[in-house]
């Protein structure tokens, strides 16, 4: 009752005080022909037409985000139909694409304005400690398929860039607020130009109700979070210089005698700073230089408690010509960690710095006026493995003017992390599962073939299909279990969307991925658990995703979002379909109220995890108020 007469309270002064003509309205739907020709840069770290990217791509737009009435990074990631999205509690999320999800998930590559976001622990994310501010973010890329001939080790089954608007595209001011039965919130931007300079702030605060079991007991995972950030853009005639930075700090609720054991809060701290600098060269090349540096710290009684550092140093330069154009570069990553022991888990050594470097090559060859071919190498080294080498060819066909052909061949690697090679379960001895001194990289030879089209002004369709040939794939071997490289095995499926707007003020998106996975040890492995491993995947055969938006009028929107996730085989979770529905008035031209639904057709469902300790995701509904002036 309090939340809902405060959301009601904070409508009134927000519409009292608007005087601003500045319109939500403005925010329209792309339609399906500007859909198709955003520029998007992940697939060749250049720009270029979506409709011409010879890759599996789907682009969640700003537009999209608003009216999804998302409120975390994690849950707008849920829009794309290439992406397996599973909650695990209230903030924790199991992502990947193309198969081997799991809490700990290690074959994505994920970026945030350029920023690689995983931790070097286990080649995964932290999903509770990475967010921003989702009225900042331009789009979001979600390639499917290797990535690792630019974006190198790991960008193995896809790549995600979150890209935002750069300072000099958020002048105005931004206050969002949220309320309702399981979260609350609120957030700011302020913007500001001047001459060649742009410069924004922005701040957010997250709360979030701890989740229920199936027996009604409550799990220790309420978490509240804050966050606050800057972006500084210069742009001259031939420079682009970017300065962007974020902190944040959050925490748990108490977890005092949970499961018999004295713990803790789990508590999240960080901070980060980036800085790029673009420039035009004589004869239409370019370059690009960027730097960032990364702290994060993360206190776990029950798991570890990560203290980590990252120095990450980029430099690519584009060479255009006639036929060829010639993309080359390279980079350095240095990173330490100090990791506490948990009750759960130690890291031997506690301590340790690591070093990476690479350099790429990529060639693209117009071989006629609508064939084009796409050759590339990285050569990237790690203290564990050494040199990987990770090449790519790409053909293109530009069967019409509105419709691509491709196919593709990849070699990627996911290189070893602490957790292969470091790790001890349980956090004393006698130890059950020890980390392996040898375990080598992860490989995946990859075959794809896709088309995109647009048929008709109205629609616009994606179709891929891919075979993803595994060798060395993590499993263990004996007891203790030491973990090795004894599984391999074929992945393959087909992903598939379209966008269709029928009607001026009506727009539908569907889309899903069909997916097997055929794994078996290698002949003379010891391995006590085998290929139906939690630690190594646990994926649905199919999710698919439908969202329909209407304007009903100028002023009011209503959004449905239908979604389903197969059946997860060990452990066993359910399959669930669920509805998700906002309604959107815009007051005053710069105001917007909504009320959101989510998981509307059922009183609660897992997504992940064991039945005894999982969480229900619970229906819920909240209300939402963006004053944009």
């Avoid at 739907?29 to 198709?36: A, C, F, G, I, M």
């Avoid at 840069?41 to 270029?48: G, H, P, Q, W, Y």
């Avoid at 003020?505 to 290929?531: C, R, Y």
């Avoid at 710069?590 to 064991?610: A, Q």
Wanted: net charge negative; proline share 4%.
């Amino acid at each position: 009752m309090k939340r809902t007469a405060c959301s009601i309270a904070v409508a009134g002064l927000l519409y009292a005080a608007s005087g601003n003509t500045q319109s939500i309205e403005a925010l329209k739907q792309l339609s399906v022909d500007e859909l198709l020709n955003v520029q998007v840069t992940s697939v060749s770290k250049r720009s270029e037409s979506l409709s011409d990217a010879p890759a599996s791509i789907f682009v969640i737009s700003a537009d999209d985000i608003r009216r999804s009435g998302v409120t975390t990074l994690a849950e707008a990631l849920r829009m794309a139909p290439n992406l397996d999205v599973a909650r695990i509690d209230s903030v924790q999320y199991a992502i990947s694409a193309r198969g081997f999800n799991n809490a700990v998930g290690n074959k994505l590559l994920v970026m945030i304005d350029g920023r690689t976001i995983y931790t070097p622990l286990f080649s995964g994310v932290f999903w509770d400690q990475q967010d921003v501010l989702l009225q900042d973010v331009e789009r979001i890329e979600v390639i499917s398929g290797p990535g690792a001939t630019l974006w190198g080790a790991n960008a193995v089954n896809g790549v995600i860039n979150v890209i935002t608007r750069s300072a000099a595209e958020t002048t105005d001011a931004v206050l969002v607020a949220t309320a309702g039965q399981h979260e609350s919130g609120g957030a700011f931007r302020l913007g500001s130009s001047r001459d060649d300079a742009a410069f924004r702030v922005y701040g957010k605060y997250s709360k979030f109700d701890n989740t229920f079991r199936a027996d009604g007991g409550a799990n220790p995972d309420t978490w509240s979070r804050g966050q606050a950030g800057f972006r500084a853009d210069w742009s001259r005639e031939t420079d682009q210089i970017t300065v962007q930075g974020d902190a944040y700090d959050g925490h748990s609720g108490s977890r005092e005698g949970y499961g018999g054991l004295d713990l803790d809060e789990v508590s999240i701290s960080g901070f980060n700073v980036l800085g790029r600098w673009s420039r035009r060269l004589a004869g239409g090349s370019d370059m690009q230089l960027q730097m960032y540096v990364d702290h994060s710290e993360r206190h776990d009684d029950l798991f570890y408690g990560p203290t980590a550092d990252i120095v990450d140093l980029d430099f690519q330069h584009s060479i255009p010509g006639q036929r060829h154009t010639v993309l080359w570069g390279g980079g350095y990553r240095y990173g330490k960690d100090d990791i506490e022991p948990g009750f759960v888990t130690l890291f031997v050594p506690d301590s340790r710095s690591m070093e990476w470097g690479n350099l790429f090559v990529q060639d693209d060859v117009h071989l006629t006026p609508k064939l084009q071919a796409t050759l590339g190498l990285k050569l990237e080294s790690n203290d564990y493995t050494g040199l990987e080498y990770l090449p790519n060819l790409r053909l293109a066909w530009k069967v019409t003017d509105s419709s691509l052909l491709w196919g593709s061949l990849s070699r990627a690697v996911r290189a070893p992390a602490r957790y292969d090679r470091d790790v001890r379960f349980p956090g004393f001895p006698p130890y059950y599962v020890v980390g392996g001194p040898h375990f080598e990289s992860e490989v995946a030879n990859v075959a794809e073939i896709g088309y995109r089209a647009q048929p008709f002004d109205s629609l616009g369709v994606s179709v891929t299909s891919f075979l993803h040939r595994w060798d060395k794939l993590r499993s263990g071997s004996a007891l203790p279990v030491e973990i090795s490289n004894d599984i391999e095995g074929d992945v393959y499926g087909v992903e598939a969307w379209l966008n269709y707007r029928p009607l001026d003020f009506w727009s539908v998106s569907a889309g899903g991925t069909w997916l097997q996975e055929k794994l078996h040890l290698d002949s003379g492995s010891q391995d006590p658990v085998g290929v139906d491993n939690p630690t190594l995947r646990n994926d649905p055969d199919y999710y698919w995703t439908l969202r329909s938006s209407f304007d009903l009028t100028r002023t009011v929107q209503l959004d449905l979002w239908l979604y389903s996730v197969g059946e997860l085989p060990a452990p066993r979770v359910p399959s669930y379909t669920e509805l998700e529905l906002r309604l959107a008035w815009t007051l005053l031209d710069h105001v917007e109220l909504s009320i959101v639904g989510r998981n509307l057709l059922h009183d609660s469902h897992p997504e992940y995890g064991d039945e005894l300790s999982r969480s229900e995701i619970e229906r819920t509904a909240y209300g939402q108020v963006r004053w944009q002036f």
